[in-house]
C-alpha cells in the first residue's frame, strides 16, 4: 500500500476542552484521563461518502422543508459559507446538517419545555451537500434566545448547530454559528469554552449584504475549517 | 495555514437533526456480505449514570476489512451494499444499538470499528475504537499494545450469543476506574 497522506491534529489552543466547569454537564461528561495518540490509519483517513440522490431538494430550505398550515414566523435568512480545510482546500460533496430553535427559541424536540410556542410550521432542521468549490447554502429562520439553566439567569445566544463530516473521519465536527453584535455571547460559558478568542470570533458568522436578497431575507456568511493533510506527496 | 473552526456542544436537542432515520442505526440491507451483529452498550457518565443525550457514530470496513471509499487501494472489491457508517442514539435508559456486520481484519491485523461519541455536556467529541472479544490477533495490534494492559479492555467489545445471533456489547464509561480509553488521532 502507498503511503497514507496524515492529516494535522485537532488544534487544542482553538478547540474546547472535555472539562470547562462552567459549562456544568461536562463535569461528569468529560474524560478525565490524558487522550491516547494514535496513529493514522485508512480508518481513520476514510469516511462515509453521500450521493446527491439521497438529499431531497428542499432539505436546504427549512422555511419550506416542514410547512404544515403555511409559512413559518420570524425573520427570514440566508446562511452560506465555505467548508475549507486548513489549507485553504475547498471540501466538496461534503454532508453538513443543521438543525436549531424557532424564532421564539423553542426547538421541536419533546425534551424541550421553555415556555415558548411551537411553531407548527417550522421543524428546524437541514441539510446539504457542499459543492464544487466547497460551498453550501441555507434558507431559514433567525433562532431565537432560550433559558438553559446552567446557572441563575442562563440564556443561549442566537445560534445554529452545524454538523459536518469532511472526506475522512478526523475531519468530522459539530459546531454552532453565532450571530454578529449578540449581547449574550460574553455570557456563554458554552461560546467561553473556546479558550482562543480569535477562535471564538471565528464561529460568529458575518452579516453579508451581497447574500442578502432584496424584498426577501437578511444574508450571513459562516465559513468552517477542518483539519487538513500535512503534506500532499506530488506538490 | 487556516486555523481551525472549534467544536461546541451538540446539545440535547440534536435529535431533530441528527436522527432522522431509523435506518441510520442498521447499516446492512438482505444483500449485504458478512455475519450480522448486533452491537450495543450503553454510555455512562462520571456518576455511572446512563446518559440520556448522547449519540454515537461507528465507522467501519466490510466482512473484508474494505473500506468503500476512494482511498482504500481495494475499493473496487468493497461490498457495494455496504457504506460503514452508522449513528443511533442513548436511548432506553442510555442504550444505544446498532444492527450490522462483523467487519474483516486487513493484513493479518485483528477487526475493528471507529467510534465517536457525542452528548450534551461534551464541547467536542471523543475518539475510540472497538475490537471483538473473540479475536486472537487483538494481541498483535499496535494500537491495542499501545494503550496500558489494565485499561486495554475498556476497548474490547465481548461477544453475547442471543437467540442465536451474536451480540457485542461495548460500554463507553466517560470517567471512572474503567474509564474508557479515547484517542488523539
Excluded at chain 1, 459559507?81 to 423553542?106: C, V
Excluded at chain 2, 471509499?69 to 457508517?85: I, T
Aim: hydrophobic share 35%; aromatic share 10%.
Amino acid at each position: 500500500m502507498s503511503e497514507l497522506v496524515k492529516y494535522n491534529l485537532l488544534d487544542w489552543k482553538v478547540q474546547p476542552p472535555y472539562l470547562h466547569p462552567a459549562y456544568k454537564s461536562t463535569v461528569k461528561r468529560s474524560p478525565s484521563r490524558p487522550l491516547v495518540p494514535l496513529t493514522q490509519s485508512l480508518a481513520e483517513l476514510t469516511g462515509p461518502v453521500y450521493g446527491r440522490d439521497e438529499i431531497h431538494p428542499l432539505d436546504n430550505d427549512l422555511t419550506k422543508n416542514s410547512v404544515k398550515t403555511g409559512e413559518p414566523l420570524g425573520e427570514r435568512i440566508i446562511v452560506t459559507g465555505r467548508l475549507l480545510d486548513d489549507r485553504g482546500k475547498p471540501i466538496r460533496n461534503a454532508l453538513i446538517e443543521i438543525w436549531q430553535a424557532n424564532s421564539a427559541g423553542r426547538y421541536m424536540h419533546k425534551v424541550d419545555q421553555h415556555d415558548a410556542p411551537l411553531d407548527p410550521n417550522f421543524h428546524g432542521a437541514g441539510r446539504t451537500l457542499t459543492d464544487e468549490n466547497g460551498v453550501y447554502r441555507f434558507t431559514t429562520i433567525k433562532p431565537g434566545s432560550y433559558p438553559w439553566r446552567n446557572h441563575l439567569n442562563a440564556w443561549r445566544p442566537h445560534h445554529i448547530h452545524f454538523s459536518v463530516f469532511g472526506t475522512n473521519f478526523l475531519q468530522r465536527l459539530v459546531t454552532q454559528m453565532y450571530f454578529p453584535g449578540d449581547p449574550l455571547l460574553p455570557l456563554d460559558p458554552i461560546h467561553n469554552s473556546i479558550p482562543d478568542e480569535e477562535a471564538r470570533k471565528r464561529l460568529i458568522s458575518t452579516y453579508d449584504h451581497d447574500v442578502t436578497t432584496p424584498e426577501w431575507a437578511l444574508g450571513y456568511r459562516f465559513d468552517i475549517v477542518v483539519c487538513g493533510p500535512r503534506q500532499t506527496p506530488f506538490e | 495555514m487556516m486555523k481551525q473552526s472549534a467544536s461546541q456542544t451538540v446539545g440535547p436537542f440534536f435529535r431533530i437533526g441528527l436522527i432522522y432515520s431509523q435506518a441510520q442505526s442498521n447499516l446492512v440491507n438482505e444483500q449485504t456480505s458478512g455475519e450480522r451483529i448486533t452491537l450495543t452498550g450503553v454510555v455512562y457518565d462520571g456518576d455511572g449514570q446512563p446518559i440520556p443525550d448522547a449519540m454515537i457514530e461507528i465507522w467501519q470496513p466490510d466482512a473484508k476489512g474494505i473500506f468503500n471509499h476512494a482511498l482504500d487501494p481495494l475499493q473496487e472489491q468493497a461490498d457495494p451494499h455496504f457504506r460503514g457508517f452508522g449513528r443511533a442514539e442513548n436511548r432506553n435508559a442510555g442504550k444505544y444499538e446498532f444492527k450490522t456486520i462483523k467487519p474483516g481484519g486487513r493484513d493479518g491485523m485483528p477487526p475493528y470499528i471507529n467510534v465517536h461519541v457525542f452528548a450534551r455536556g461534551m464541547l467536542i467529541h471523543a475518539m475510540t475504537r472497538i475490537y471483538f472479544s473473540d479475536e486472537p490477533a487483538n494481541a498483535e495490534d499496535p494500537v491495542l499494545n499501545s494503550v496500558e494492559s489494565e485499561r486495554r479492555h475498556t476497548l474490547i467489545a465481548t461477544r453475547e450469543e442471543s437467540d442465536g445471533s451474536p451480540v457485542y456489547r461495548f460500554d463507553i464509561r466517560m470517567q471512572g476506574e474503567d474509564e474508557t480509553v479515547f484517542f488523539n488521532p
